[in-house]
């Protein structure tokens, strides 16, 4: 696993607008970086990021299957009683799972150590399903990468079968797709999947979160009192819980992608049942509730306290020896804490690198790298290419 310098090529950013990348720069810093790229080997990706990603996959998904039974356990992580059976019904019906990311510290050489999994609302996914594939086939065509250069990246085609699927499991010809207001990311993410889901045959209409409305028959409606049957949305089933129109949920009767039980996988409380079932695994870190933490293992020094529903790297705190530092601000923590024990992500001169490893339903699919001179992966930090030579 190497970082290596890389000339921007002169175009890139009249490119990014002409196929509508618009959150290349975010408040006033780069986010897509083409000074430098990293450099797998086959090997690397194959044995230490694609099959343990998939691996976890399953292992998460038999959490899954322990919470929903669980009525303890789902309090434990703080999923509100009155959607116990709305998580629990989605996760009986099987209803299908589009896309998720597992978060991993890797250094090319030990095993990946999963930090977390994103399964309910990751972005980054045009960055890692198209852009970084742009960038590579420019910088082979120019000569500066060999022609041998490839890419651990399927992301836009199972994104495409998999849209595909779901069609054909909800048997629908449209969908609606939803993010907040004010948010270029997001908009950029739920637009790349629009075209995905177009290019799967679907009719994909768009309407913000803040704009979807309720029917006198209680019925979700975008701006056009159309009814919403069918519907990606990128916010956190967390956030919804909370809002005064979950009362109308069950009722609503939404098929929804992502679907409810993945509140599950999404939450960090995910971790320590994971290392309840697996202890030991090589591709875990030891992880426990915080209010369980004085049974945590004595042969780790350092813990990191995560709160259960903490987004882009917030309200993160180092425990060492009973005294915490915090390492991030934000408004999360009422719901509760894990630990984890702290394992650093790896640094290329001052850069600490963060490896996203998506999976498409149950496949591996493809990586993202992002590096931040802060220990904290946050919403701001870069984004860069890879290859596999």
């Given at each position: 696993?190497?970082?290596?310098?890389?000339?921007?090529?002169?175009?890139?950013?009249?490119?990014?607008?002409?196929?509508?990348?618009?959150?290349?720069?975010?408040?006033?810093?780069?986010?897509?970086?083409?000074?430098?790229?990293?450099?797998?080997?086959?090997?690397?990706?194959?044995?230490?990021?694609?099959?343990?990603?998939?691996?976890?996959?399953?292992?998460?998904?038999?959490?899954?299957?322990?919470?929903?039974?669980?009525?303890?356990?789902?309090?434990?992580?703080?999923?509100?009683?009155?959607?116990?059976?709305?998580?629990?019904?989605?996760?009986?019906?099987?209803?299908?799972?589009?896309?998720?990311?597992?978060?991993?510290?890797?250094?090319?050489?030990?095993?990946?150590?999963?930090?977390?999994?994103?399964?309910?609302?990751?972005?980054?996914?045009?960055?890692?399903?198209?852009?970084?594939?742009?960038?590579?086939?420019?910088?082979?065509d120019?000569?500066e990468?060999?022609?041998?250069?490839?890419?651990?990246?399927?992301?836009?085609?199972?994104?495409?079968?998999?849209?595909?699927?779901?069609?054909?499991?909800?048997?629908?010809?449209?969908?609606?797709?939803?993010?907040?207001?004010?948010?270029?990311?997001?908009?950029?993410?739920?637009?790349?999947?629009?075209?995905?889901?177009?290019?799967?045959?679907?009719?994909?209409?768009?309407?913000?979160?803040?704009?979807?409305?309720?029917?006198?028959?209680?019925y979700?409606?975008?701006?056009?009192?159309?009814?919403?049957?069918?519907?990606?949305?990128?916010?956190?089933?967390?956030?919804?819980?909370?809002?005064?129109?979950?009362?109308?949920?069950?009722k609503?009767?939404?098929?929804?992608?992502?679907?409810?039980?993945?509140?599950?996988?999404?939450?960090?409380?995910?971790?320590?049942l994971?290392?309840?079932?697996?202890?030991?695994?090589?591709?875990?870190?030891?992880?426990?509730?915080?209010?369980?933490?004085?049974?945590?293992?004595?042969?780790?020094?350092?813990?990191?306290?995560k709160?259960?529903?903490?987004?882009?790297?917030?309200?993160?705190?180092?425990l060492?020896?009973?005294?915490?530092?915090?390492?991030?601000?934000?408004?999360?923590?009422?719901?509760?804490?894990?630990?984890?024990?702290?394992?650093?992500?790896?640094r290329?001169?001052?850069?600490?690198?963060?490896?996203?490893?998506?999976?498409?339903?149950?496949?591996?699919?493809?990586?993202?790298?992002?590096?931040?001179?802060?220990?904290?992966?946050?919403?701001?930090?870069r984004?860069?290419?890879?290859?596999?030579?």
């Amino acid at each position: 696993m190497l970082r290596l310098p890389s000339t921007p090529r002169p175009h890139w950013q009249k490119q990014a607008r002409d196929f509508g990348f618009h959150f290349h720069t975010l408040y006033g810093e780069p986010y897509w970086d083409e000074s430098a790229y990293y450099q797998f080997s086959l090997k690397q990706i194959e044995q230490d990021l694609e099959a343990p990603t998939e691996e976890l996959h399953q292992m998460c998904l038999h959490v899954v299957e322990k919470v929903v039974k669980d009525e303890a356990l789902l309090n434990k992580l703080a999923i509100p009683a009155q959607h116990w059976e709305l998580v629990s019904e989605s996760w009986r019906d099987k209803q299908p799972s589009l896309y998720s990311r597992l978060d991993f510290v890797y250094d090319g050489s030990q095993p990946a150590k999963l930090l977390e999994n994103n399964a309910d609302t990751p972005t980054s996914l045009y960055e890692s399903g198209f852009w970084q594939w742009l960038w590579l086939a420019d910088k082979v065509d120019s000569g500066e990468l060999s022609r041998h250069a490839d890419q651990f990246n399927s992301v836009q085609e199972k994104l495409v079968a998999r849209f595909k699927e779901i069609a054909g499991f909800y048997n629908i010809d449209q969908m609606h797709f939803a993010c907040c207001k004010n948010t270029d990311e997001d908009r950029g993410t739920v637009q790349y999947l629009q075209d995905c889901a177009k290019d799967a045959g679907l009719t994909a209409d768009f309407v913000y979160i803040e704009d979807i409305g309720i029917s006198d028959t209680g019925y979700f409606t975008d701006l056009e009192d159309c009814p919403i049957t069918d519907c990606f949305k990128l916010y956190p089933w967390e956030f919804i819980f909370n809002e005064e129109f979950s009362q109308y949920l069950p009722k609503a009767a939404v098929n929804w992608v992502e679907p409810p039980w993945k509140s599950i996988l999404s939450n960090k409380g995910l971790l320590p049942l994971l290392w309840k079932y697996f202890p030991n695994h090589p591709n875990l870190l030891p992880a426990y509730f915080y209010t369980d933490s004085p049974n945590a293992s004595k042969d780790v020094m350092r813990w990191i306290k995560k709160p259960l529903f903490s987004r882009e790297g917030a309200n993160i705190s180092l425990l060492t020896a009973g005294n915490e530092r915090a390492l991030s601000d934000g408004p999360y923590g009422e719901e509760g804490f894990i630990v984890q024990a702290y394992s650093p992500l790896p640094r290329f001169g001052n850069n600490h690198t963060l490896i996203g490893s998506w999976l498409i339903d149950d496949q591996a699919a493809g990586i993202s790298i992002r590096e931040d001179t802060s220990s904290i992966t946050q919403d701001t930090s870069r984004y860069l290419p890879h290859i596999i030579l």
